[in-house]
């Protein structure tokens, strides 16, 4: 899959989903519950952090859920995307990018949404080919008028700010023209999900899914 391909696959479904959900799975058991609440409410893109011995599982788990587009986020080498895409990864996210994994991504067929924080991150992506990229860490790294600023000279590129974003500033990013989605990680809080309060995490993923309009 090329860069294009991998980036209008990505459009496509941040379009479906305004937040997709970054979730750090400490015991794949509770996963597919996770997912289902999470689609339940309206939140179909589903990323698994590549940042527990559990993160494997639970991609495979939450594969097996109706409505579910599940990616692995945290994904640093060609080593992590070919195991992602094994456990049933549809897509993969990275913190920055390399040509390594660009190259592994293409190779085996993963769409890969890359990180980039500044103009020239943005245009050496832009030159593989990607129009779509994580803004990453959004909140440390300047916020939405950090975004805003790029999309005068980059209109073409659209992000997914990650990082610090909340239900306090997600909307501050979704309303500029060249936001996508955001990512973020208050929707599966984690008392919520120690308890099995599944409904109180549909409830979430319901509020986050409205924050686009």
Known sequence: MTPQDASAFLRDMAAK???VPVLVVEDASTAADM????????LIALEVTLRTPQALDAIREMSKVDGA?????????????????DAGAEFAVSPGSSDKLIAACEEIGLPLLPGAVTATEAMRLLEHGFTF????????SGGAPSV??????????????TGGVSPKNAQDYLS????????G???????KVAQGDWAGITALAREAYALRS
């Open 17 to 19: 989903s305004p937040v």
């Open 35 to 42: 997912a289902k609440a999470l689609v339940d409410g309206g």
């Open 69 to 85: 587009i599940v990616g692995a986020g945290t994904v640093l080498t060609a080593d992590d995307a070919k195991a992602a895409k």
């Open 133 to 140: 990229m994580k803004f990453f860490p959004a909140e440390s």
């Open 148 to 161: 805003k600023g790029l999309g005068g000279p980059l209109p073409q590129i659209a992000f997914c700010p």
């Open 176 to 183: 500029l023209p060249n936001v996508a989605c955001v990512g």
């Open 185 to 191: 990680s208050w929707v599966t809080p984690k008392d």
